[in-house]
């Protein structure tokens, strides 16, 4: 989450977010955003088609997809304490 949060904060530098995330290399942090962007593809392209049609308060489509994927992770990770699994991210 707090790579999510750089990036929502308006963060597009990968030295500068690498300040912002302890324990976490510029490569890595690429890595990781790579990676959350192909896991969750299905639920971004499903809001990428209704972002064809508006955008809300204004929001450019990265801090829209950005804050797009804090609500998934925060979804799934309410769903897997409610069956007791805990999901590190």
């Known amino acids: 989450m707090q790579?999510?949060?750089a990036l929502l904060e308006g963060e597009r530098r990968w030295p500068e977010i690498a300040k912002k995330?302890?324990?976490?290399f510029e490569k890595g942090l690429?890595?990781?955003w790579l990676h959350l962007?192909?896991?969750n593809e299905s639920e971004i392209t499903a809001e990428a088609k209704?972002?064809?049609?508006y955008l809300e308060n204004g929001d450019s489509w990265d801090t829209h997809l950005i804050?797009?994927?804090i609500e998934i992770k925060e979804k799934k990770f309410a769903e897997s304490q409610l069956e007791g699994i805990?999901?590190?991210f």
Do not use: H, S
């Open 3 to 5: 790579l999510l949060n």
């Open 21 to 24: 995330v302890p324990g976490r």
């Open 30 to 32: 690429k890595k990781r």
């Open 37 to 39: 962007l192909k896991k």
């Open 50 to 53: 209704k972002i064809g049609r």
């Open 67 to 69: 804050r797009k994927m």
């Open 86 to 88: 805990e999901i590190l």
